[in-house]
């Protein structure tokens, strides 16, 4: 969840630090540490609302949600989870904004989105046809359970899980580039048997979200006893961390899939170089990077004949600097120079003065933010931080669709020239003749 000016631009900026649900209250409050008992080794169907305490959409919806969920009672199961809290369990079911509902049926593995209205009635009405959907399967002579039970993956790939040997361990993790989570387990082990599915779907998962940069392996220490030795394993299952160059280090998280998923996300964007930050010069820069991004964060600097290339690459080390920063969340970055792309200043309604200035745009909401304070490292940490936690004041992109962008030719670096004027020779020119020199 997305992210995003995620849930930023899709609620009202109001901050609650308040918990939504209580245990009076008939929603199951659900996160990495009971997400796989209560749901996904469950045969009943859940509705369950990913949201953030901040956003008001998600406040509006928690008396709806609650009354569901009594009038569900015994019936369907109504779960909520806290995705600001619990980010690596959002982005485990693809939750791109607040509040998302999730409907886990049939398959838990594959929950499916819940389309209908955001009133308790409405909310009864879709868990009932859920419900209906689920006994006609059933009937059918489809398996109305998660499966999990009866499969070691838990919604994983066993094939995601690299298996480690004396043979391939230094090759692999240690002479690699990618950054390694490698449990050691011996196969009597029963804690080591309970791990197993859990750590076959946090492979698939952390596979998928970091484009197979960190890994998850297995070493069966009483086969492999060399390497296991060599790490000092004595007790199962162990959890070791591996990044090129460095000394392995213990993990020491949770060891349900969203905890073992949230940690090697961690690492990943750890390791992971910040984003690059890119000039406009085409519609499609612009649109590759805001679809691939749930935020584009973008400077419009001043003219290159205001600043020259000291001034103008001085703004472009605060903006990397801040990409740097705020790598985690997986925006874009970009610039232009003032004047260039006058339909995307004018939409933003900053154009003609105030350079240098930044926007910061979600094209999915079609809404954006302004910076109000300095074009510096605090001035813009500040500005980014206050839309994380989900204050800060937004509009509407201007006509609800993005402006034209215009071609552009990248800035070579140097500084600006003025362009030449064009000289005139007036040697042979004859002056008037009424005209007196001694006037002069």
């Known amino acids: 969840m997305t992210p995003i000016l995620l849930g930023v631009l ?4 109001v901050l609650s630090v308040q918990a939504f649900y209580s245990a009076n209250d008939d929603v199951v409050e659900l996160n990495p540490s009971n997400f796989n008992r209560e749901v996904i080794q469950s045969d009943s169907l859940w509705l369950v609302e990913f949201y953030a305490p901040w956003c008001g959409h998600c406040q509006s919806l928690t008396p709806e949600w609650k009354k569901a969920a009594t009038a569900l009672k015994g019936i369907v199961k109504i779960g909520a989870v806290d995705a600001d809290q619990h980010k690596s369990m959002g982005g485990q079911y693809g939750v791109r ?4 509902i999730k409907v886990f049926g049939a398959n838990k593995n594959k929950p499916e989105d819940y389309q209908g209205g955001r009133s308790s009635q409405a909310i009864v009405d879709g868990a009932m046809n859920a419900l209906r959907s689920l006994v006609k399967d059933r009937l059918s002579g489809k398996s109305g359970s998660s499966g999990y039970s009866k499969q070691s993956s838990g ?122 930050l890119l000039e406009i010069l085409s519609e499609d820069i612009l649109k ?12 419009f600097l ?8 000291s001034g103008r690459n001085g703004y472009l080390e605060v903006m990397i600097n801040m990409a740097e920063k705020y790598k985690k969340k997986m925006w874009g970055w970009m610039w232009a120079e003032a004047g260039v792309q006058r ?42 931080r206050e839309l994380s936690v989900g204050r800060g004041s937004t509009s509407t992109l201007g006509g609800g669709v993005m402006p034209k962008i215009a071609a552009a030719e990248p800035w070579d670096g140097k500084d600006g020239q003025l362009p030449v004027e064009e000289e005139y020779d007036l040697s042979d020119v004859d002056l008037d003749d009424d005209f007196d020199k001694d006037e002069l």
């Open 155 to 276: 919604g994983g790939s066993k094939e995601d899980v690299v298996e480690l040997t004396d043979d391939n361990f230094d090759k692999m993790v240690l002479e690699g580039n990618d950054v390694w989570l490698v449990e050691f387990f011996a196969p009597w082990c029963g804690h080591c048997k309970n791990l197993e599915p859990e750590w076959a779907a946090a492979a698939t998962a952390v596979k998928e979200q970091t484009k197979g940069k960190v890994r998850l392996g297995a070493v069966d220490a009483t086969v492999h006893q060399a390497v296991s030795s060599r790490y000092g394993i004595r007790g199962f299952p162990t959890i070791k961390i591996f990044r090129k160059g460095e000394e392995p280090e213990d993990y020491q998280g949770g060891r349900s899939r969203g905890d073992i998923i949230e940690r090697a996300l961690d690492l990943f964007s750890d390791n992971s170089a910040p984003p690059e």
């Open 302 to 309: 001043p003219h290159i004949l205001d600043t020259g290339a």
């Open 343 to 384: 339909e995307l200043e004018a939409a933003l309604g900053i154009g003609g003065f105030g350079y240098p200035a930044m926007a910061a745009i979600n094209t999915r909401k079609m809404k954006f933010a302004l910076l109000k304070g300095s074009f510096s490292d605090a001035g813009i940490h500040e500005f980014l």
């Open 288 to 299: 590759k990077t805001c679809e691939d991004s749930q935020l584009c964060v973008i400077g």
């Open 10 to 13: 899709g609620c009202s900026l």
């Open 97 to 100: 904004g607040f509040p998302t």
